[in-house]
């Protein structure tokens, strides 16, 4: 409490004053919803792509930054004037790329208040809530996804879920697990090197930045074919582990696939696991974006099976289910190895900590110190659609996406490449060449109205069209589809 107003007690220094108020805050508070709700119900006025070049930004803003506040008004019309010409907009219903990473209402309060709290939950005591937030509702997350109850903390082996950012972080926490795992009783120096790694040629690069962070020497990409579509044989893994253990070597982390990158592939997850198993090596199974399908029934009977014979399993809420990111749910059945891999306990930390038997640190499950209160926004999701919703949400793409598939079936003059799954579908003009391909699919993209890309499977260059953006309806799915006839045609875009 200060001596005289507008001083700090004992100091002669006057109180630092913010230049936003908590009333002004309030306000700027309302201004910025309506702005952030013009944008979103306005979004198709804009072309999906963003169009720019490349360092087009520095030469619009100033060098240095201002020495007085500005106000909100300023820096909006800045938002508009130069930062959404650089803006590829991934909330476009008619964003069809890679795969969304979908952003809801829910999830954006959710964030809100994280900010707000702005609270870095590293320790159980640094906010005991957020601790205890992440284990419940990845407890949630898990029963809805009908996950094995070893991945639940309430289980009898050690497991339970984490948050990561994305899921090369997931991938890379889990390689560390089973490192620490292999190298148990065994001499790091000496046994490191001879450790290997195995996922297929359809694994997303995550897994091979993963074997670089961690010092793997050995990465074996399997390669898949497409009379198996593109799925790893377990014949195939068998022979490559087996000839490793041949030469000396430790086959010691196994990264199956449920809905790839590329083309939606599914790897016969029980199968590959009993493989991996007989000879000792962790199996961990990257579902980033298809492994909230598993909340379906009928998905889960299709494409999730074996799972308790896995022991870690990501997937990415940020990016179907409607989770602004960054939520990347990792779970594993048993924490032990996770820990041994990556606790580090410097005593500071722990000052004034009460309850040292019983607390749960995430920092233990995770590479950096810090994170952020990122179940809240989680949370507010599965509370504020319920399960069914989010349900009803995730078939809506299903079957935009298997009406899409008849239509490109019945057209001569394309091929489907790949079995629709999780809402992308893998098409191709056909009879042209890679050169045509690429020229058409561009003079698409160029058109604004719409943003695809290409991925390649036996050699041919392949459009990828993935239904599950938040705000898309069936409409947009015809207009791009009439789109793409359009241009293949020899029409204009």
Not at 211 to 218: F, L, R, S
Not at 254 to 270: E, F, K, M, N, Q
Not at 338 to 357: K, Y
């Amino acid at each position: 409490m200060s001596d005289t107003p507008g001083t700090s007690a004992g100091t002669g220094a006057e109180d630092y004053e913010h230049p936003i108020s908590h009333e002004d805050f309030r306000q700027l508070g309302y201004k910025m919803i309506d702005a952030i709700v013009d944008y979103r119900s306005n979004i198709e006025k804009h072309p999906v792509r963003s169009e720019v070049a490349p360092g087009y930004l520095a030469e619009k803003l100033p060098e240095s930054a201002p020495t007085q506040p500005e106000g909100l008004d300023a820096i909006l019309s800045d938002v508009q004037t130069h930062i959404m010409p650089g803006i590829t907009h991934w909330q476009h219903p008619s964003f069809f790329s890679w795969y969304p990473a979908n952003s809801s209402y829910p999830a954006l309060l959710g964030d809100m208040l994280s900010s707000a709290l702005g609270v870095v939950g590293f320790a159980w005591i640094g906010s005991p809530a957020a601790t205890e937030l992440e284990t419940v509702t990845l407890d949630w997350l898990a029963r809805f996804l009908r996950l094995p109850n070893a991945f639940l903390s309430t289980g009898t082996t050690g497991g339970g879920g984490v948050i990561q950012g994305t899921a090369s972080e997931a991938a890379l926490v889990a390689l560390l697990a089973a490192r620490a795992r292999a190298l148990d009783g065994r001499d790091p120096c000496a046994d490191s090197p001879r450790l290997v790694a195995y996922t297929t040629d359809q694994a997303h690069s995550c897994v091979k930045k993963a074997c670089a962070v961690a010092g793997i020497q050995h990465l074996r990409l399997l390669p898949t074919s497409a009379e198996r579509g593109w799925a790893l044989d377990p014949a195939t893994l068998e022979a490559a582990m087996a000839a490793d253990e041949g030469h000396g070597l430790v086959p010691f982390f196994l990264t199956t696939l449920i809905g790839t990158t590329s083309s939606a592939a599914v790897d016969p997850v029980a199968e590959l696991a009993a493989v991996a198993r007989r000879h000792g090596a962790w199996v961990h199974v990257d579902a980033a974006y298809a492994g909230v399908f598993a909340c379906l029934p009928d998905q889960h009977d299709l494409y999730f099976q074996g799972l308790e014979g896995v022991d870690s399993f990501s997937t990415n809420p940020h990016k179907g289910m409607l989770v602004t990111f960054d939520c990347s749910a990792l779970w594993v059945q048993n924490s032990f190895w996770l820990r041994t891999a990556l606790s580090l306990e410097p005593q500071f930390q722990f000052a004034g900590l009460r309850h040292a038997a019983e607390h749960l640190d995430y920092k233990d499950w995770q590479v950096p110190l810090g994170r952020r209160f990122r179940a809240l926004k989680l949370w507010f999701v599965l509370r504020m659609y319920g399960t069914e919703r989010l349900q009803a949400y995730l078939r809506h793409h299903l079957d935009m996406a298997k009406a899409l598939a008849r239509l490109v079936e019945a057209d001569p003059a394309f091929d489907i490449i790949a079995t629709p799954r999780f809402g992308l579908v893998c098409f191709a003009p056909r009879g042209a060449s890679e050169e045509e391909s690429t020229a058409l699919l561009e003079r698409v993209n160029a058109s604004g109205r719409t943003f695809m890309v290409h991925t390649r499977l036996g050699g041919r260059h392949v459009w990828r069209l993935a239904v599950g953006g938040v705000h898309t309806q069936w409409r947009h799915v015809e207009e791009v589809w009439a789109l793409v006839q359009k241009v293949v045609g020899g029409g204009e875009a």
